[in-house]
C-alpha cells in the first residue's frame, strides 16, 4: 500500500454540471476525511467517516455536495450542479482511529477542480 | 471556535540557517497537533503528530514542541536545505478526528 489515492488529479467541468471524486484510503485506516483547499488557504473539513459511516459534516458541505463510504473501503464525493466558487483542491485523508486516541492523518495528493 | 494562526506567513532564508516556525491556536483543550508539508500544487505530507500528553516530537532535522496552556506549538528546522522549501502548516486536533488547520508558513530556503 503506497498510500491514500485520489482519483482524479485534476477536473476541468462546465457550471452547472455533476462532479464525482474517488478516494481509496490506506488499507486499515478507520477513519476517512474529505477537507477543501483554496488557492493561500489552509485545508476546511468537509466531512468525516468512521469505517461506512458519516459522522459528522461541516456547514461548507452543502446540499450540493454528498460523500459515502460504502462498505468502509473508498469514498466518493459527489458535487452536483457546480459553480464557480466549488473551484477548489479538494484532499482526502485517512487515519487509524483507537477509541478515542488518534494516529497520524495522511493526506492523498488532492483533486484540483476547476469550474469554468 | 478553534482558529489556528501560523506566524511568519513567509520566510526566505540563506541554506544552512536554523529556523523556527510558529503555530498557535485559541481553545487550549486539542487532543493531538500534527505539521505537515505541502508543494506547491501538491497534497499534505505528514511531519510530526505530537499527541495532547506530550510535549515534543523529533525526526531527522525537525522537531516540534507543544504547550498546551499558552496554546502554541514550535516546528524547528536545523541546518536548513533548498529541499526544505514548500509551505508548513499546522493542524490542531479538534476532537479525535477533526483538524482545524493554519494558513501555512512560505518556507524559500535560497541556496
Known amino acids: 500500500d503506497t498510500g491514500v489515492s485520489q482519483d482524479p488529479r485534476h477536473k476541468i467541468t462546465k457550471r452547472g454540471q455533476n462532479v464525482t471524486f474517488r478516494c481509496d484510503p490506506i488499507?486499515?485506516?478507520?477513519?476517512l476525511y474529505w477537507y477543501r483547499q483554496t488557492l493561500g488557504q489552509g485545508p476546511e473539513f468537509l466531512t468525516y467517516?468512521?469505517?461506512?459511516?458519516?459522522?459528522?459534516k461541516s456547514r461548507l458541505l452543502s446540499d450540493r455536495f454528498s460523500a459515502e463510504r460504502p462498505k468502509g473501503s473508498f469514498s466518493t464525493l459527489e458535487i452536483q450542479r457546480t459553480e464557480q466558487g466549488d473551484s477548489a483542491m479538494y484532499l482526502c485523508?485517512?487515519?487509524?482511529?483507537?477509541?478515542?486516541?488518534?494516529?497520524?492523518?495522511?493526506f492523498g495528493q488532492g483533486t484540483r477542480l476547476t469550474v469554468v | 471556535k478553534q482558529e489556528v494562526t501560523q506566524i511568519p506567513a513567509a520566510l526566505s532564508v540563506p541554506e544552512g540557517e536554523n529556523l523556527v516556525l510558529n503555530c498557535s491556536f485559541t481553545?487550549?483543550?486539542?487532543?493531538?497537533l500534527q505539521w505537515f508539508r505541502q508543494d506547491p500544487g501538491k497534497g499534505l505530507t505528514s511531519l510530526l503528530l505530537?499527541?495532547?500528553?506530550?510535549r515534543e516530537q523529533t525526526s531527522g532535522r525537525l522537531n516540534a514542541s507543544l504547550d498546551k496552556s499558552s496554546g502554541r506549538s514550535t516546528l524547528y528546522i536545523a541546518a536548513s536545505q533548498p529541499g526544505d522549501s514548500a509551505t508548513y502548516l499546522c493542524?490542531?486536533?479538534?476532537?479525535?478526528?477533526?483538524?482545524?488547520f493554519g494558513t501555512g508558513t512560505r518556507l524559500k530556503v535560497l541556496a
Open positions: 481553545d487550549s483543550a486539542i487532543y493531538n
Open positions: 488499507s486499515e485506516h478507520n477513519r
Open positions: 485523508a485517512s487515519s487509524l482511529g483507537t477509541g478515542v486516541g488518534n494516529t497520524e492523518a495522511f
Open positions: 467517516f468512521q469505517n461506512e459511516a458519516q459522522l459528522e
Open positions: 493542524a490542531a486536533g479538534e476532537g479525535p478526528y477533526k483538524y482545524i
Open positions: 505530537i499527541q495532547s500528553s506530550q
